[in-house]
């Protein structure tokens, strides 16, 4: 069922990423099942209240990428993303190793191209719609500084240099990907396109990241990134954060809320229509193992903002 479209001022009052009490909870107790934490739009919301202007520039950068997907004019052509790595760490176990890092590159390259092996589990009901992104990801850079902080938050101090970070290298033309401990149950956040070139970027927590060392179950699959990279490239939440809400998509069925863990298929929203969730989209909230796909509605939303004219066209230029 097509959802309504949320303008883009309104839907940023309605979004809300943080994790609940028990994703907090979680990270104290080792017994409990982790629910997934994605601060993205904490952190957009107090961006906005910093900075009344970005409302409006969020709200050109909607009007631009509906046009663009009712008009065709996404970009022509495969978009290959250099990627900047960060590393934040007091210890030796923060210090995640280059095969770690690497591990992460090549699960952003499986998810955005449709080369996971768990792509071909997308249910029969949904297989018109699953997608092949089309976006490749290198790894150009590993930046490492030692610090004396046990947590980084979720204000983006890990990205400036005068409160202890590492400064963004040419953000306008390369993802910026910083690795740290957040703390508060936080697995990774991302910057929506339109906010500061000087914040832009990924932040994910150290214990998410990549398939191998630090990396923990369960999301221990790379699925932080791909979700948050996600959000980098104008995506939200599958649900709209909102009851029943619009991700401003037309393919994805409308869920009540967040799914965790491993949802049993299908499983039926009791919104409007009674849809079947799309629970094993990204851009939910269930476990690594569950989820493997983007919709091509989603795809037509990222591509758009690649667009001649759109936010993050610099990063389409040879």
């Known amino acids: 069922m097509k959802k309504i479209l949320l303008s883009a001022v309104s839907l940023l009052l309605l979004v809300s990423c943080s994790n609940d009490e028990s994703n907090t909870s979680s990270e104290s107790t080792t017994t409990a099942h982790?629910?997934?934490?994605?601060?993205?739009?904490?952190?957009?919301?107090?961006?906005?209240?910093?900075?009344?202007?970005l409302a409006a520039k969020m709200q050109e950068i909607e009007n631009f990428t509906q046009n663009a997907i009712t008009n065709g004019r996404l970009v022509n052509g495969r978009i290959e993303i250099p990627v900047v790595?960060?590393?934040?760490?007091?210890?030796?176990?923060?210090?995640?190793?280059?095969?770690?890092?690497?591990?992460?590159?090549?699960?952003?390259?499986?998810?955005?191209?449709?080369?996971?092996?768990?792509?071909?589990?997308?249910?029969?009901?949904?297989?018109?719609v699953k997608a092949n992104?089309?976006?490749?990801?290198?790894?150009?850079?590993?930046?490492?500084?030692?610090?004396?902080?046990?947590?980084?938050?979720?204000?983006?101090?890990?990205?400036?240099?005068?409160?202890?970070?590492?400064?963004?290298?040419?953000?306008?033309?390369?993802?910026?990907?910083?690795?740290?401990?957040?703390?508060?149950?936080?697995?990774?956040?991302?910057?929506?396109?339109?906010?500061?070139?000087?914040?832009?970027?990924?932040?994910?927590?150290?214990?998410?990241?990549?398939?191998?060392?630090?990396?923990?179950?369960?999301?221990n699959k790379g699925r932080t990134a791909t979700h948050e990279v996600g959000h980098w490239m104008n995506l939200r939440h599958i649900w709209g954060d909102a009851t029943c809400g619009s991700d401003l998509v037309s393919d994805t069925p409308t869920h009540n809320t967040a799914n965790y863990g491993m949802p049993a298929f299908p499983h039926y929203s009791t919104c409007a229509g009674t849809p079947i969730e799309m629970t094993m989209n990204y851009m939910d909230y269930t476990d690594d193992a569950g989820m493997y796909m983007f919709s091509n509605g989603q795809k037509s939303r990222m591509l758009a903002i690649f667009a001649s004219g759109g936010s993050r066209f610099s990063f389409a230029q040879p």
């Open 34 to 53: 982790r629910h997934r934490g994605c601060a993205s739009h904490e952190v957009h919301e107090q961006q906005l209240r910093e900075n009344p202007e």
């Open 85 to 128: 790595v960060n590393v934040l760490y007091r210890t030796a176990a923060e210090n995640i190793s280059l095969t770690q890092i690497q591990s992460q590159i090549d699960v952003l390259n499986k998810d955005f191209n449709a080369l996971n092996s768990d792509f071909n589990q997308v249910p029969t009901t949904f297989s018109g």
């Open 133 to 219: 992104v089309g976006i490749t990801f290198v790894l150009d850079a590993v930046y490492r500084k030692s610090t004396t902080k046990t947590s980084w938050g979720t204000r983006d101090a890990m990205k400036k240099a005068n409160q202890g970070g590492i400064a963004p290298t040419s953000p306008t033309t390369k993802l910026n990907l910083w690795v740290c401990t957040i703390g508060g149950g936080i697995l990774g956040y991302a910057q929506f396109p339109g906010g500061s070139s000087a914040t832009d970027g990924v932040v994910i927590d150290s214990k998410y990241l990549g398939t191998t060392g630090t990396a923990t179950a369960p999301f």
